[in-house]
């Protein structure tokens, strides 16, 4: 099982270029969540898909957007990057025990992130 | 007030040594808690749960305090491959998205 994947792994826009940051997960899990971490500093969530079919906004949601495609793949997109959204961003998953899915109740499984630079 | 705070750091400490970090939330309703680990510019991986009864993996020790809000870490003999960042999560529900993560710990563990 690869858990979750993120592509890109690297990326640079120039202000005011959109994007869309890829996650999958193969551990059946249910939900599904973006993150942003800034140097320093924790993870801040962006948005969140408890099941397939829904999204809510987290902590910092302004500037981004996503989409909970299947239950397999969660996407954030940024329509009109700023420098402040210069970060590292993560992508996870979790899962109830059992049926299947991987991990205790709410471990959170994380991708290797993405590492973008809006110039 | 920041809902969950950790020790600021950094620690430095010799090979072999003991170490402690403290973190405490906020919100008296949490109910599950985590410590994870960050390796450098890597994703956190879950070093362990902590229960209400304290739970012990190795040379890891996590305690959790409900009437004080806070959760400890202690590490006994500490390795090099230690070193990384240590970070508290608290979840106020068994829903998605009721996770805190505290800006984290680091610590670096020398010769």
């Given amino acids: ?119 | 007030r920041k809902e969950v705070e950790q020790d600021p750091g950094p620690f430095n400490v010799p090979e072999g040594a003991t170490v402690a970090f403290n973190c405490t939330y906020s919100n008296s309703a949490s109910q599950s808690f985590f410590w994870y680990r960050q390796d450098c510019r890597k994703e956190p991986k879950l070093l362990m749960s902590v229960y209400s009864s304290g739970n012990e993996d190795g040379r890891f020790t996590a305690q959790l305090n409900r009437a004080s809000q806070y959760i400890s870490l202690l590490i006994r003999d500490s390795k090099l491959s230690d070193s990384a960042t240590y970070l508290c999560v608290v979840n106020r529900g068994t829903n998605a998205g009721k996770s805190t993560f505290g800006d984290g710990t680091t610590l670096t563990v020398k010769p």
């Fill in chain 1, 1 to 119: 099982n690869a858990g979750v994947t993120q592509t890109p792994k690297f990326q640079v826009l120039k202000t005011g270029q959109s994007m869309t940051l890829q996650c999958a997960q193969d551990m059946n899990h249910n939900s599904m969540y973006w993150y942003r971490q800034d140097p320093g500093m924790g993870l801040r969530l962006i948005y969140y898909s408890a099941s397939e079919g829904t999204t809510d906004k987290g902590e910092v949601p302004n500037g981004y957007n996503v989409s909970r495609l299947n239950k397999r793949e969660f996407s954030l997109r940024l329509e009109s990057a700023a420098p402040s959204q210069t970060s590292v961003y993560f992508c996870a998953s979790s899962g109830f025990p059992g049926q299947g899915n991987k991990g205790t109740i709410n471990e959170q499984f994380f991708g290797p992130g993405t590492r973008l630079t809006v110039l």
